[in-house]
């Protein structure tokens, strides 16, 4: 197997952002007012972790591709990471969003399309009763708050290295000698994460257990396959076993599928018939329009009502004033009901399924120790050779230099990767020559990297 030289890398590196900086006048104009207005010169903070000296500044997106200030054109494989899976401004939500907005916005009173979509995500997901927030992130933390009320329990259980959005009780690390604490990065704890938390390995049946038996987890809240540290699978026999233990502990099972609905229609969960308790869906069920879902069994929902107070509903830390608003749930309808179909799965699978089989065989010709896999329309590669276990040994194989290599070199040869790990995703729109476009570049990067 080829090692990477570290000069040859830094070398090439270099070369790179020459070439971005040199290409990209206009973006860097722009950069460079937005530093006198903006912090650190973006509109949120993430924006400054793309691999350029600056990010490209965007003109417009359409489908599976956009165009930034200076004319170029990149095929989009971040798709806002995961937020517009539907594709760039999908034409029956945009027709919906326009239609929705000149006959109100938000108004803190329901209409049909809430009935709508609620019952499309009953057939969907096979959970009852949903509520709306406006950020999966807000889903999260909203199921967290009622698993807490309803079992009487402060803590939760999260695996290690998990992504759920800004929710605090999730910024928590297992360390090497089995202690845990702030995850790195973490801005600011309200309280050390583990007065709030649990966090175990995917994947590690007895440690899950130990965790449960302790009889203070109120929810594990759990992504299917974990996606925000490279894809990890769950093994098999290991969601059989989750659920067990949840039960047997009267821990509620949340599912969070804001990235596994590349799994199809109904997500990870009805593609393994998976049975949560509570279930969140965001960014992409509205066709990247702020909006979110949470949905609950039959015994959740009870027992939330029984627990329900009128006087203080508006004030209990569930809710949001613009939740559940008039245009984020046209869009959800017309996005749920005509875009992201079992017909759209159908297509984008395929195209994951290619952009893998193109990637291990440039991984292959070039003798890497690396590695890729593949999740719906979802797929990734690992700088290991092996599909990780769990958060740890995916961690492990991350290499920030290289990894910005990666992305840089194929964002100046038109291609965005997710900024965050090297994550493809496909949109309905996205074709087999972006696909094959995709695999000529990677095979390009690998070949000058082991030169
Ligand atoms: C699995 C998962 N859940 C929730 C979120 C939070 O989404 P948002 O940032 O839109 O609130 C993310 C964000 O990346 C995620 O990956």
Not at 64 to 70: E, I, R, T, W
Not at 99 to 125: C, H, N, W, Y
Not at 219 to 229: I, Q, Y
Request: include cysteine; aromatic fraction near 8%.
């Amino acid at each position: 197997m080829k090692t990477i030289d570290r000069v040859r890398l830094a070398s090439l590196m270099e070369r790179e952002q020459k070439k971005f900086v040199a290409e990209r006048p206009k973006s860097k104009a722009l950069f460079e007012r937005g530093r006198k207005s903006l912090l650190a010169g973006v509109p949120m903070n993430w924006m400054v972790k793309w691999a350029g000296a600056f990010p490209p500044f965007v003109r417009e997106a359409q489908g599976a591709s956009f165009f930034d200030v200076d004319g170029h054109r990149y095929t989009d494989f971040c798709l806002g990471d995961t937020g517009a899976m539907t594709g760039h401004s999908p034409s029956a939500t945009v027709k919906a969003v326009e239609e929705q907005a000149r006959r109100g916005i938000t108004l803190m009173l329901p209409g049909e399309d809430s009935i709508f979509v609620a019952e499309e995500l009953q057939k969907r997901f096979k959970l009852p009763y949903w509520q709306f927030a406006l950020t999966a992130t807000d889903a999260n933390r909203f199921s967290i708050r009622l698993a807490r009320q309803i079992t009487g329990r402060p803590k939760i259980l999260v695996f290690n290295w998990c992504y759920h959005g800004t929710v605090d009780e999730t910024f928590i690390t297992l360390e090497r000698d089995g202690r845990s604490g702030a995850r790195r990065g973490n801005v600011g704890p309200p309280v050390d994460p583990s007065v709030t938390t649990r966090v175990v390995e995917f994947n590690d049946v007895p440690a899950l257990e130990a965790a449960l038996a302790k009889g203070d987890v109120a929810c594990v809240l759990a992504e299917p396959a974990m996606t925000n540290v490279g894809i990890v699978h769950a093994q098999p026999g290991y969601h059989a076993a989750l659920r067990e233990l949840t039960r047997k502990h009267g821990v509620l099972l949340i599912i969070d599928e804001t990235h596994t609905i590349c799994a199809g229609p109904g997500g990870y969960t009805r593609a393994e018939n998976l049975d949560p308790d509570v279930l969140v869906f965001g960014k992409a069920i509205g066709g990247g329009i702020p909006g979110a879902a949470y949905g609950f069994s039959q015994d959740v929902a009870d027992r939330i009502v029984a627990g329900q107070n009128l006087e203080d509903c508006d004030v209990g830390g569930i809710g949001g004033t613009l939740a559940g608003n008039a245009l984020s749930l046209a869009a959800m309808r017309a996005t749920l009901s005509k875009v992201l179909t079992k017909e759209a799965f159908d297509r984008m699978i395929p195209m994951a399924e290619r952009w893998t089989l193109g990637v291990a065989k440039a991984i292959a010709e070039a003798e890497l120790p690396w590695h890729v896999t593949q999740l719906g329309c979802r797929a990734e590669y690992l700088f290991q050779a092996d599909a990780p276990k769990n958060g740890t040994e995916a961690h492990d194989a991350m290499d920030f230099e290289l990894e910005r290599f990666m992305h840089l070199y194929a964002m100046n040869r038109g291609i965005l990767l997710t900024p965050f790990h090297n994550m493809a995703l496909m949109s309905p729109q996205t074709e087999s020559d972006d696909v094959d476009r995709h695999t000529k570049v990677f095979r390009e990067a690998v070949r000058e990297l082991v030169a």
